[in-house]
């Protein structure tokens, strides 16, 4: 495991725990809830992955947007607002550290993808493309991810990346809370 990979785990662990804990004790998902839930999502993306793809090359990022707003063509939710948003100002190290949440999203999405077509009736893979982004793959993407990790032994490199997960946990929390999905 590299040093950068337990310093994230580590220093992400309490805000993983804090919004999980918070998504599940959500009521029973609705139609509103999930795109609710979709639109917080597109804004907490949009705020995130142009900051992580000034320093890494991210091919998939083009896709979860293009997926999150199919997925909300698909509910007929509407248009939805796309004013300009804060990106994240990251440092070179501090990529790494939002991207460790972002990817690490997918492995929730799946469970969550399940969730919302049990709740919703809805048929497998409708309206929930972004949630099962990379389907079966997302088990190896992710261990694929973990492998890319640089070794950081600079101790302000370790720092930037976790102040960046930190931040990019927080982009999700706040965009959660604006748009009711959960409550603080």
Not at 48 to 55: K, S, T
Not at 91 to 107: F, K
Not at 114 to 137: M, N, S
């Amino acid at each position: 495991m590299s040093s950068l990979l337990a310093a994230l785990r580590q220093c992400t662990a309490p805000l993983h725990a804090r919004l999980d804990a918070a998504l599940s004790a959500a009521e029973p998902p609705t139609r509103a809830s999930y795109v609710a839930f979709l639109r917080a999502t597109l804004t907490a993306q949009r705020r995130v992955l142009p900051a992580i793809g000034r320093w890494i090359a991210r091919p998939d990022d083009a896709e979860r947007l293009a997926s999150l707003r199919a997925d909300l063509a698909a509910l007929d939710a509407g248009p939805h607002d796309e004013a300009p948003v804060d990106e994240l100002a990251l440092p070179p190290a501090g990529a790494y550290g939002a991207a460790y949440v972002v990817e690490g999203s997918t492995l929730g999405g799946l469970v969550l993808a399940e969730r919302f077509e049990h709740a919703l009736g809805l048929p497998p893979e409708t309206a929930t493309r972004y949630l099962r982004l990379h389907g079966r793959d997302t088990a190896a993407r992710w261990r694929a991810f973990l492998a890319e990790l640089p070794e950081v032994a600079d101790p302000i490199a370790r720092e930037d990346a976790c102040q960046a997960a930190i931040a990019a946990f927080e982009a999700y929390r706040a965009a959660f809370v604006a748009h009711g999905v959960i409550r603080e």
